[in-house]
């Protein structure tokens, strides 16, 4: 069964240094790999999406992640925090076989506490 | 904003009551997903309907059900409340599977 890990549940940092969130699958096939970000009191907002066809991927507010399959990994990362970067990051999976139908399954969550 | 609505934004019930959640995806959207938030258990999918049918289930109670309507929009149905069903109820909806899920703003049940 697919599984993933977000290494940290929280992450503080501060203005203006690199942002490095950690993700990992488990999956007998590299998956399809989302992040999201959740403000307080709102919805989940999509970040970034790696689909295979590039492994560096490029997301909105100036995140990105790189998918490293010998790693089992999908770090999301920024290279300056804002103060806006403040929230709760998801890393999910979805499985890409045959009878996919698209359910994610989410890691527990890191939230970015970034100091002024 | 995603594209996805949801009614309502809170809700509050008593125990034992019975309540329905309304979703209505992005335009063109045909895969509508439900996921339960929780302190305890965290973002967890409950079911998925593909233009009408349900075609993946979770970890969803038999006390909950749901279902997608010809003009797409689907309704979450929770019936015999506890406590333990206040969450946060999300619905994402997407083109197809396989394809990134978009999100609305959920709907916050609490049980009391």
């Known amino acids: 069964a697919q599984s993933v890990t977000q290494l940290g549940s929280h992450v503080s940092v501060s203005e203006g240094a690199l942002v490095l969130l950690r993700c990992n699958y488990s999956?007998?096939?590299?998956?399809?790999l989302f992040w999201y970000v959740q403000y307080p009191n709102q919805g989940l907002q999509l970040l970034l999406k790696?689909?295979?066809?590039?492994?560096l991927v490029k997301g909105i507010n100036g995140f990105e992640a790189e998918f490293k399959k010998s790693e089992t990994s999908f770090h999301l990362t920024k290279p300056s925090a804002h103060m806006s970067d403040a929230a709760e990051y998801f890393c999910?999976?979805?499985?890409?076989?045959?009878?996919?139908?698209?359910?994610?399954?989410f890691g527990q969550g890191t939230t970015l506490q970034v100091k002024p | 904003d995603s594209g996805v609505t949801q009614t309502p934004k809170h809700l509050i019930t008593a125990t034992g009551q019975r309540v329905t959640l309304r979703c209505s995806p992005r335009s063109g959207d045909l895969s509508v997903y439900w996921y339960q938030q929780s302190l305890d258990q965290g973002l967890q999918f409950l079911i998925q309907y593909y233009n009408g049918e349900e075609r993946a289930k979770g970890n969803i109670l038999e006390r909950f059900s749901a279902q997608q309507f010809p003009d797409l929009h689907s309704e979450l149905n929770l019936s015999s409340l506890e406590l333990g069903d206040s969450a946060l109820y999300f619905c994402?909806?997407?083109?197809?599977?396989?394809?990134?899920?978009?999100f609305g703003p959920g709907t916050r049940l609490t049980v009391l």
């Open positions: 994402a909806s997407s083109a197809s599977p396989g394809h990134a899920q978009y």
């Open positions: 999910a999976v979805s499985d890409r076989s045959s009878g996919n139908t698209g359910k994610l399954i």
């Open positions: 790696y689909t295979s066809a590039a492994t």
């Open positions: 999956s007998s096939v590299p998956p399809y």
